[in-house]
């Protein structure tokens, strides 16, 4: 297991087939421990519940 402050998740944005750079993450403490996997499951029940709450207001707003 990796040592919490020294946790660092590298990110690299693709476009397309090729790499377009790399970037540094420096991850919570509370994340630190979690595995790929872990981490893209929370990713994806992160954004379904941010849908969730952000969908009905701007679909309210763009009924007004």
Do not use: C, F, R, W
């Amino acid at each position: 297991m990796q040592d919490n402050k020294n946790a660092v998740q590298h990110v690299e944005k693709v476009d397309g087939s090729k790499a377009v750079h790399e970037e540094t993450i420096d991850l919570p403490s509370s994340l630190a421990g979690l595995s790929e996997d872990e981490l893209k499951k929370l990713g994806v029940k992160t954004i379904t519940k941010l849908d969730l709450v952000i969908m009905p207001a701007l679909v309210i707003l763009y009924v007004l």
